[in-house]
């Protein structure tokens, strides 16, 4: 019994006072989680350089190293939901910005396009918009900043070039994924969207996500459409789940994958049909390029 107990009192001993000795006399292997061992976080294999056919710069923002002055954000955000991540941010786009981006997209619009696998197709009947690329100018790239700033610069995070998408009456989307393989083509998938509003003078045309669930806070109607009795026609999801109204310089940004890389199911939305007036949205999609020994 005598030698049980000394064992006893022996154990804090060995923990707080010969085994620190012991890692200070012999060290470890640099751990596969830390800066010094040129491991990823996450499986601790060795770090590998992203392939440059992946880095297309007619299909990402590859950023140039160039220097950017850009003005402060002054966005407020409003956490929508957790699992998955929506996030509705006001002011995301300041009113000059927003009227850059409808100005220099003017020029370049084209029916917009429905990918499916590797083909795309016009289908006025499920994607009834025009859509431009953006150059990018100033402007454009420090909202490319703005967005991966707001996302934590996450490693391996690029920002896809940037489409403004164009709705007159009638003009939808159907309900639809963005993750559903729209990038896996070219070397990754969308890990996240903003959709931005860059005008809103129109009625209808709201955002809808019909497998979330209306909040009970009535201060979210500044945001979301709260008549039930309103609700705009545009597929399955009429009537249901949350819309989002078209907001000038006003965004949500929602996470489409979960970190095992599979879609949330929440995050299927469409654009309602606008019934008078003009919308003109701005899609800006974070794709994760996948890595390879290339």
């Known amino acids: 019994m005598f030698k049980l107990s000394s064992l006893f009192y022996l154990i804090p001993v060995y923990f707080f006072v010969i ?9 470890s292997d640099p751990s596969p989680y830390s800066d010094n061992g040129n491991k990823y976080e996450e499986g601790g294999e060795e770090e590998e350089e992203e392939s440059p056919l992946l880095l297309n710069p007619e299909f990402l923002s590859i950023d140039d190293g160039e220097p950017l002055t850009c003005a402060p954000d002054n966005y407020r955000v409003h956490l929508f939901s957790q699992t998955p991540l ?13 009227d850059h981006l409808v100005n220099i997209s003017v ?3 084209t029916p917009s396009i429905i990918y499916n696998g590797q083909t795309t197709t016009v289908d006025p009947r499920k994607r009834h918009s025009d859509r431009a ?3 990018r100018d100033a402007t454009v790239r420090c909202i490319e900043s703005r967005a991966k700033a707001f996302q934590g610069w996450k490693p391996h ?10 709705y007159n009456v009638s003009g939808h989307y159907v309900h639809h994924y963005d993750w559903a393989d ?3 083509s070219r070397g990754g998938d969308r890990l996240s969207t903003f959709m931005v509003y860059l005008a809103a003078d129109c009625e209808g045309g709201g955002t809808n996500f019909p497998r979330l669930r209306k909040p009970r806070d009535r201060s979210w109607c500044r945001f979301i459409e709260c008549d039930d009795t309103a609700s705009e026609a545009g597929g399955d999801g009429k009537g249901q789940g949350v819309t989002f109204k078209p907001v000038k310089g006003n965004a949500v940004f929602w996470e489409n994958l979960r970190p ?3 879609g949330y199911p929440e995050t299927w939305h469409a654009a309602f049909p606008v019934t008078r007036g003009e919308k003109v949205g701005l899609n800006i999609w974070s794709i994760g390029v996948l890595i390879c020994n290339c």
Request: avoid cysteine; hydrophobic fraction near 45%; charged fraction near 20%.
């Open 157 to 166: 995070l690029h920002i896809e070039r940037m489409w403004a998408q164009r």
């Open 107 to 109: 020029p370049n619009y």
């Open 86 to 98: 929506i996030i509705y941010i006001e002011d995301f786009l300041s009113v000059q910005e927003a």
């Open 182 to 184: 729209s990038a896996r």
């Open 133 to 135: 690329l953006l150059p």
């Open 260 to 262: 095992d890389g599979s």
């Open 19 to 27: 085994a620190p000795l012991l890692r200070q006399l012999l060290p």
